[in-house]
């Protein structure tokens, strides 16, 4: 009798012990699978975020399991999803508990960014958030958000000045205010108080500065002459003559395939048209490199009024200062575009 029922004991510990094994294998294999959503998306966490709208946010991009066993495990853990604000990077091949480990534990990975030859504030976003969690949209929503601009002393033509090309080591889980943040400290350390002092000597602001630069690094990519190029229109602005570049032209048309600048593009009425407006456009036609603000600040004295590019197509120039040279000049580089069919 009694070994009966030690046996029937053993046989329902040994039921219990695989029933729970089976459920405790249900649940590993449950929060370890591939949340199979279509395509990688980035959630945002900011310090309102609750559980429950994470859930929503996973259970829309991904299957409803995932969704369920997050909420499960935040649960069981009982930790916060917003400890640790910022953009993660959901992928389909994450699981509910990789899910759950990059927002309860963080993500400190950082990652390289780099921007140079930049133009447009869409393509400023789409380079900075290329190798970050940060979608370009939210970023490139801010720097148009005039209530944001300001708040760092900039509106919403001027804050692309606040972005010097470089590269930086930036957390990939970052949020838009904290990049900006940076970048404003990356701004004001590079305006130092003596560049400041330089640009007061040449009784110009950071900013126009900035614009000078922008429109120099536009007519060469030669450092060697950028600081002749910034003279030259310090010279014509000195003069009251207009700086008539033909960059300012290009960006009023909004065409930068642009090859040739011809007399009906000389006609748009823009004020960043310099062939119709005096003195510098109101905001930059480019993010200009570090180089080309140390040449514009730093720029060269002549008495160089007039530029054309040189006819070998070397990317330099010959400067003039008469109109006779200039015209002769510009007739050689003319022959040359007519023979090489450039329109």
């Known amino acids: 009798m009694k070994t009966r029922i030690l046996k029937i004991c053993l046989i329902a510990f040994a039921s219990i012990i695989l029933i729970i094994g089976?459920?405790?294998?249900?649940?590993?294999?449950?929060i370890n699978t591939p949340n199979n959503c279509t395509?990688?998306?980035s959630l945002y966490i900011d310090e309102k975020t609750t559980r429950k709208d994470v859930v929503s946010v996973i259970n829309e991009k991904c299957n409803e399991d995932a969704a369920y066993w997050v909420d499960k495990i935040f649960e069981v853990k009982k930790r916060r999803v917003n400890r640790y604000?910022?953009?993660?990077?959901?992928?389909?091949?994450?699981?509910?508990?990789?899910i759950y480990n990059i927002l309860a534990l963080g993500?400190?990975?950082?990652?390289?960014i780099t921007f140079n030859n930049i133009r447009t504030k869409e393509g400023l976003a789409k380079a900075i958030c290329k190798n970050i969690n940060m979608p370009a949209d939210s970023l490139y929503k801010a720097i148009c958000n005039n209530d944001v601009c300001k708040s760092y002393g900039f509106d919403t033509v001027?804050?692309?000045?606040?972005f010097l090309p470089d590269s930086y080591n930036i957390f990939k889980t970052t949020t838009v205010k904290n990049f900006l943040d940076r970048m404003y400290k990356e701004y004001?350390?590079?305006?130092?108080?003596?560049?400041?002092?330089?640009?007061?000597?040449?009784?110009?602001?950071?900013?126009?500065?900035?614009?000078?630069a922008s429109i120099v690094e536009e007519e060469t990519k030669k450092p060697d002459e950028m600081d002749i190029v910034a003279g030259l229109y310090i010279n014509r602005i000195n003069k009251g003559m207009l700086l008539q570049?033909?960059?300012?032209?290009?960006?009023a048309t909004g065409d930068f395939s642009l090859r040739r600048i011809l007399n009906k593009h000389l006609k748009i009425d823009s004020p960043y048209n310099t062939y119709m407006y005096k003195g510098l456009p109101p905001g930059p036609i480019r993010i200009p490199s570090k180089i080309a603000i140390e040449k514009s600040l730093n720029y060269?004295?002549?008495?160089?009024?007039?530029?054309?590019?040189?006819?070998?197509?070397?990317?330099?120039?010959?400067?003039?200062?008469?109109?006779?040279?200039h015209n002769r000049n510009a007739a050689k580089y003319r022959r040359e575009l007519n023979k090489r069919n450039i329109k």
Do not use: Q
């Open 22 to 30: 089976g459920v405790c294998w249900y649940i590993y294999n449950k």
């Open 39 to 41: 395509d990688s998306f």
């Open 85 to 98: 604000p910022g953009f993660y990077k959901i992928t389909p091949e994450m699981s509910a508990w990789d």
């Open 107 to 112: 993500d400190n990975s950082t990652a390289n």
């Open 158 to 162: 001027s804050i692309v000045t606040m």
């Open 188 to 212: 004001n350390n590079y305006w130092n108080e003596e560049r400041l002092n330089k640009a007061k000597e040449n009784k110009m602001t950071p900013y126009e500065i900035t614009i000078l």
């Open 245 to 251: 570049s033909d960059p300012t032209v290009k960006f």
């Open 300 to 325: 060269k004295k002549s008495n160089y009024i007039f530029m054309c590019a040189k006819e070998d197509f070397s990317g330099y120039h010959n400067f003039a200062t008469s109109l006779r040279e």
